[in-house]
């Protein structure tokens, strides 16, 4: 093995790469072990086709790093005469005018919506390979914004990956599926922390009493905090969905773990008697010191991540995901934070 890893070295030589070397090699020394090991054909094309679709989808992405976007859900079977369809359209018609990118699937239905309501200039389709439904729709179709995906699990990923922000509506299984998903990544701090709004129409049912479930029974037997009821909020007003997605970003930024020091970055740094007020209000998921203004810690200076920015750092009990989502919230309605345009 070692005299392998020596040649997969000298490859990695060859390509000329400067970057994340040891990222390709370890890659490289991962896929030629798969053909080692003696797998079934079958595993090799799920990684093989994996790699190829995860390669593809993430090439489509690069050019939109910088760009914030929403991914939206929802039914397939829903059609453009249903309030729905219209409510989706209309949202991401508003996000769009204030400058994120729509990202759904590329099918009909709510993804349509989207897509429609977005423009091809704000959307991008990662559609799934599926015998009973047809190719990408209409506002989508041959651009170079859409990925078409054979698993889905690495359309998911895509979905979740580059998004800041989240829209459900009303579905079958797989909107559903998709719902607890992100619920899940949220609740374990699997993923950065993100609005997921989930819309219905004025004087709908679905999401009230998807509600009805999860504190009836969910809840009620423990099997959830109640403070993980925050990672979500229900709405059936176009406007207030757009105001929760762009809002949650008003003064918040982003995040990052320093060993155990959890810091958040800010656009706009909190005044000393802000900081007391959070020290007040969150003591319960510091575990140890408090919550303090800081400096760029080390790894993001030798990193140059986002040192321009105020932040705040503490040690975060991470088991309270949905505690550090009010916290957010806190901090994007302090008096020093800035206006959302």
Known sequence: MTDLRDQLRELVDALGLSANRDLVLDMLTTVTGLGQDGLDRLDLKIAASALKEMREAFNVFAPYHGVPKVTMYGSARTLPDDPLYAQTRDLAAALAAKGWMVVTGAGPGIMAAGLEGAGRDHAIGV?????????????????????????????????????????????????????????????????DPAPIVLLEVPGGTYWHDWEHFITGEVL???????????????????????????????????????????????????????????????????????????????????????????????????MHQGRLRQLIDALNRLASAPALD
């Open 127 to 191: 559609n799934i390979r599926l015998p009973f439904e047809q190719g990408a729709n209409e506002f989508i179709a041959k651009d170079p914004k859409l990925v078409e995906m054979k698993y889905f699990f690495t359309r998911k990923l895509m979905l979740v990956k580059e998004s800041a922000g989240f829209v459900v509506l009303p579905g079958g299984f797989g909107t559903l599926d998709e719902t607890f998903e992100l619920l899940t990544l949220l609740q374990t701090g699997k993923a």
């Open 220 to 318: 009620r037997r423990g099997l959830v905090s109640q403070e993980d009821l925050c990672l979500y909020k229900i709405t059936e007003d176009v406007g207030e969905a757009t105001e929760e997605i762009r809002g949650f970003y008003r003064n918040y930024h982003s995040r990052r773990f320093v060993g155990d020091t959890l810091v958040l970055r800010l656009k706009a740094a909190p005044t000393d008697d802000e900081v007391d007020e959070l020290n007040r209000e969150f003591a319960d998921i510091v575990t140890r010191g408090r919550i303090e203004r800081t400096e760029p810690l080390p790894p993001e200076r030798s990193g140059d991540d986002h040192v321009d920015l105020p932040r705040v750092a503490f040690h975060f009990n991470v």
